[in-house]
């Protein structure tokens, strides 16, 4: 049976993931991640993708993408298509490096934008890859914090003007977020 067609729209913003097949890794070094980041600024400069958030894991990505033209499936075609012919060639094997289409959520206020941030970076943290959200160098955390320069393709004035219209303030809030759940455990609402 055929896959239903996305909804697509101007102006929509997105989460989306994608994963390997059988959870296997997609990224088996750094270079595979840098190649991947390229193509994602390739992607924003071609198809006008607006990137809020984003975390690369090993075996799966987030992106928080807003879509100023109805164009999400193409952008991400040309996205994970490129990604996976390089990384097929790259690591000497063939077949289907996705596990199936991306997955793709709509995020509809503010306050679902800015809790959807929080869990991308924190992806790496349930997962006990690193400690902190910040100790991760394959997400957006860094650069919305105000830690480390921000990639070309990345914006982060959506998410911090939706804690406070004064920068600062609003990386303070965004670190404090984030960090909310050290203290305790337990799942983070997205």
Known sequence: ?????????????????????????????????????????GVVRLDGFVIHAYCLMTNHVHLLVETPGANVARGMQRLLAHYAREHNARAGRNGHLFERRYLDRLVETDEHLISTARYLVR??????????????????????????????????????????????????LYRSFCDELEARSGKIAA
């Open 1 to 41: 049976m055929p896959q239903p067609l996305r909804i697509q729209s101007d102006e929509v913003l997105y989460h989306l993931t994608t994963r390997g097949v059988d959870r296997r890794a997609i990224f088996l070094d750094d270079d595979d991640r840098r190649f991947f980041l390229r193509l994602l600024d």
């Open 123 to 172: 992806n790496p943290v349930e997962a006990r890859l690193c400690d902190h959200p910040g100790d991760w160098p394959w997400s957006s955390y860094r650069a919305t914090a105000g830690l480390a320069p921000r990639p070309r393709f990345l914006t982060t004035a959506r998410v911090l003007a939706a804690l406070d219209p004064r920068r600062p303030v609003a990386r303070t």
